[in-house]
């Protein structure tokens, strides 16, 4: 059989604008954008047919020094207008980072490390116990703010430093 390297060398190493639209067209299923990382991309993929976009580094493992995707969430968002979805992940660990990317510009927030190790500690009741911590973080952060619903966290406005 073949070696993972030898696999990884034979996959598509560059995904551009036309594959977006050319699997959009094939499937016929909304396509979502997962890697950008400035306006520029969120516009291309955008343009190709991308209902939605992922704003993540992938847990900075592909490119060290890369830019941190909180610090490009706000300037995405802008670009991206409300025209499709904009998720967001990347460290989400608590419910502040939950609040914090919502009042950037996120449409949704995407959890995958907390719920693993809640997986992986309690199967599928411990997946719900992360969640259900992280949803009464987010509410205790939410009355701290003074942003009793979701739509009134997004238009909070944070300072950066």
């Known amino acids: 059989g073949k070696g993972i390297m030898q696999?990884?060398?034979?996959?598509?190493?560059?995904?551009?604008?036309d594959d977006v639209g050319r699997i959009a067209d094939y499937t016929n299923l909304p396509v979502i954008v997962k890697g950008i990382e400035s306006p520029e991309d969120a516009l291309l993929a955008i343009d190709a047919g991308a209902a939605?976009?992922?704003?993540?580094?992938?847990?900075?493992?592909q490119l060290n020094g890369?830019?941190?995707?909180?610090?490009?969430?706000?300037?995405?968002?802008?670009?991206v207008d409300h025209r499709v979805p904009v998720i967001f992940d990347s460290g989400v660990r608590r419910g502040s980072h939950v609040f914090k990317a919502l009042a950037s510009g996120a449409d949704l927030v995407a959890l995958a490390r907390p719920v693993i190790y809640g997986l992986a500690l309690g199967g599928?009741?411990?997946?719900?116990?992360?969640?259900?911590?992280?949803?009464?973080?987010?509410?205790?952060?939410?009355?701290?703010?003074?942003?009793?619903?979701?739509?009134?966290?997004?238009?909070?406005?944070l300072i950066r430093r």
């Open 66 to 79: 890369g830019p941190a995707s909180f610090d490009v969430l706000p300037e995405v968002a802008q670009a």
């Open 7 to 17: 696999i990884y060398a034979e996959a598509a190493q560059k995904i551009g604008p």
């Open 52 to 61: 939605g976009v992922y704003v993540s580094n992938h847990g900075g493992r």
């Open 124 to 157: 599928a009741q411990g997946a719900a116990s992360v969640i259900r911590h992280l949803n009464k973080e987010l509410l205790i952060d939410m009355q701290l703010a003074g942003t009793p619903t979701i739509e009134d966290v997004k238009r909070a406005k």
